[in-house]
């Protein structure tokens, strides 16, 4: 069983909010942990020679998939620059790199589980979505790995809980993100529009005010199911009151056709009806739906922290977005309780034929993900400790008002399905997606969530 109680999600957050805090003002102490600064650069000359092995004419082929398919996406460019660098460093591995966007690849996994033939690197989610493959005994325990080089002391506090099952660590993340929406300060200006709005009823009204000046008011990549899904649990997380809600379903004490539920569904619907969306939303991956944005041609966003180095990169947004936290709806919810995202992880195949120069060239990629990260302004929001000052690397304001916004969290709710079992997460997922595509009654849409429920327990 994953060790995922809200207790240790809360913890998690603040302990990276912590990290993140003091690296952002410019201190390399981090409250005194004597292993803070290992997951960086301190760490980068280390992983050469710990990798190093007697030399070997046997030709490795290691497939690494991955979730980096966007060439402007800085993560891309650093996970291609750490490759280059092995297979300099060791000249009979070769990595091949399966670069898929988020549902593709989690749909191919599904394919090829199903086949027992898992990619010698993978990409999973924690908690309930990895339980399956975990349960299959699709993965390779990585507790040995993590322990060369002090490489588990290179992640914050907690995150690798979500990704643990029976004692044994099974994935490595690559982020501990919030949900927050970032926001093109011209276009808002260009609309008459002075802040940022600071309740969903407002959201709404700037929404219907830059349609009229003939402004796209959000973006969003809707053909990738997860994107709407996250969106609308923040939604969720307001009308609930708080945190808790698909706890509560499991445990019987509340059902999806409960009034916060369809409250939810109607605000969501209220946004899209309002002219929220670009046309031909359900066409858009995320990739193509966050480009939108970055191309200065949405006004808002809403996402994981971890799209900042990509907007962070973007010449179309320099010096133009601003970011704020989700609003109350309908005066409910609090804004400091944020959508929690560890993120997507590193699993390594039970079966691969190259297990041990798998688990080497994972442990160098880790170690190395931190630094790199930091030096293509894409390590807002990682799951490992980052050695540098972000201010004096030329991080921008925009990207200092998100690392601020980890000081504020006071917990929240993971996705829906990195909650929920998948029958019942696939159900969540095209049902939200169809009402992007038309209307529906809200209380059709919550029995319809309870009947995929009642029909996976």
Known sequence: MAKMNMK?????????????????CGSNNNNGDKNANSGASNNAGATNAATEKPASNE??????????????????????????????????????????????QKQKLKTQAASHEVPDITIVNPAAQMQPYVDAKLFAPLNDMVEQNGLKD??????LDFYTFDNNLYALPDGNNIGVVYYNKDLFQQAGIANPPTTFEEMIADVKTLKAKGIQPMAIGEKDTWTGS?????????????????????????????????????????LIQAGAFQEGVTSFDYNAGENI?????????????????????????????????????NGKGDPNQFMLAPGSAFAISADSKHLQETKDFLNYFMLNFPKEAFAVKGAVGLAQKVDGDFKAAGYSDMAISVLDLFKDVKGGDLSFDNTMNPGTSQGHLTSIQNIFVQKKDSAEVAKEHQTAFESNK
């Open 154 to 159: 290179t992640f914050q506090d907690g995150v």
């Open 230 to 270: 996250f969106l609308f649990m923040n939604i969720l997380l307001r009308t609930n009151g708080g945190p808790g809600f698909l706890s509560d379903v499991v445990a019987g004490k509340k059902t999806f056709e409960d009034p916060a539920f369809v409250e939810a569904v109607d605000a969501m619907q209220n």
């Open 293 to 329: 944005f970055k191309t200065g041609k949405a006004a808002m966003y809403y996402m994981g922290s971890w799209a900042t180095g990509g907007i962070e990169t973007s010449e179309a947004l320099k010096d133009k977005v601003g970011v704020f936290k989700f609003p109350t709806v």
């Open 59 to 104: 030709k490795v082929t290691i497939t690494f998939q991955n979730i980096y398919p966007d060439p402007t996406d800085p993560k891309n460019g650093m996970m291609k620059k750490i490759v280059k660098q092995y297979e300099t460093d060791h000249p009979n591995v070769k990595i091949e790199l399966d670069s898929l966007n988020t549902d593709q």
């Open 8 to 24: 240790s999600v809360l913890g998690l957050v603040l302990a990276g909010s912590l990290a993140i805090s003091l690296t952002a």
